[in-house]
C-alpha cells in the first residue's frame, strides 16, 4: 500500500535520494541536479501533492501532511530509509519528515529553507499571494517572485525555463500550498533532535532565506555543517548545480559510511 505520487525514478545503489521541489515548482526543477548525482545512487523526484502530475490529488494544504504523504508514498516504493534533499519549501517538508517520519531519513540536505514559522507580516504576505493567483493566475505570482529567487546574473534561459515550469500548475494546487506554508509548524524545537548527517546550503545572495537563517538552522542541529554557495540566490540547484552536486556528494559520502 501506500500513496502514488507521480515521480522519477532512476538508478541503483544503497542509497536513496530523495529530491524534494521547491513553491510553485515540480520535479521537473531537479532535472539537472539528480543525474549529477552521480552513479551508485537510486534517485526518486516526485512531484509533491497537487503539484505537476500529482495536482489531481485531493489537497490537504499542510506542510506535515506533505511529510506524512512522502512516507507513505516511500512505503508504496518499499523504500526504507532516504537521503532527503529539500529545498525552500522542499526544505519545510524535510524537516516535518525529520520531525514526524525520522527513522526513514539517513540524511538532510536543507537549501535554502528556514526552520522557523512564518511571522505576523509573511503570514499576510501569503494571504495576498493567494489573492494574487486568485485573482490573476500563478504565472502573475510567479512574476512577482522572480527577483527574489534568482540572481541578476541567473541567464534569462533558465529563469524562463521555470517561468514555464510554474505556468502549468494549478492554482488550487498553488493556493493549498501558499495556506500549507503559512501554517507551518515551527520546527526549531525539533532540530536538536535531528541525529542524522546533515547540510544546510544557502545561496550568498539569498534574500528569502539569508544566510542568518541557515546559521540558526546550522548551529541548532547537532550534525549540521552550513555550506554557502556563491554566485546564488535563492535557487542554488538551479543556479550553481555543480556546487549543489558538490554539497550533497559531501553529504552522501558521509552517510555512505
Ligand atoms: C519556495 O521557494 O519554495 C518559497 O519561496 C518558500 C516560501 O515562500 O517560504
Not at 118 to 127: F, H, I, L, S, V
Not at 129 to 150: C, H, Q, W, Y
Amino acid at each position: 500500500m501506500g500513496l502514488e505520487l507521480s515521480h522519477v525514478d532512476v538508478g541503483k545503489g544503497s542509497q536513496t535520494i530523495l529530491f524534494i521541489h521547491a513553491f510553485p515548482l515540480d520535479r521537473r526543477m531537479w532535472r539537472q541536479n539528480y543525474p549529477a548525482s552521480g552513479g551508485g545512487f537510486r534517485v526518486i523526484v516526485p512531484d509533491l501533492r497537487g503539484f505537476g502530475a500529482s495536482a489531481k490529488l485531493p489537497l490537504h494544504d499542510s506542510i506535515d501532511r506533505h511529510a506524512d504523504d512522502l512516507a507513505s508514498f516511500l512505503d508504496a516504493l518499499k523504500i526504507t530509509k532516504v537521503v532527503a534533499v529539500g529545498i525552500s519549501m522542499g526544505g519545510y517538508i524535510a524537516l516535518a519528515l525529520a520531525r514526524l517520519h525520522a527513522s526513514r531519513l539517513s540524511g538532510l540536505l536543507l537549501a535554502d529553507t528556514k526552520g522557523t514559522s512564518d511571522g505576523e507580516a509573511q503570514r499576510q504576505a501569503r494571504q495576498a499571494s493567494i489573492e494574487t493567483v486568485e485573482r490573476d493566475g500563478v504565472s502573475a505570482l510567479f512574476e512577482k517572485m522572480i527577483p527574489n529567487l534568482f540572481t541578476d546574473g541567473t541567464p534569462p534561459s533558465i529563469v524562463d525555463t521555470f517561468r514555464q515550469i510554474a505556468a502549468t500548475q494549478s492554482s488550487a494546487g498553488v493556493t493549498s500550498a501558499l495556506r500549507a506554508m503559512r501554517d507551518r509548524a515551527d520546527s526549531t524545537p525539533h532540530l536538536a533532535h535531528i541525529k542524522v548527517p546533515t547540510r544546510v546550503v544557502v545561496g550568498r545572495d539569498d534574500k528569502i532565506t539569508p544566510l542568518a537563517d541557515a546559521d540558526a538552522l546550522a548551529s541548532s542541529i547537532p550534525c549540521a555543517k552550513r555550506i554557502i554557495i556563491e554566485r546564488a540566490g535563492h535557487s542554488t540547484c538551479i543556479e550553481q548545480p555543480e556546487a549543489f552536486a558538490a554539497a550533497l556528494g559531501d553529504l552522501l559520502a558521509e552517510t555512505n559510511q
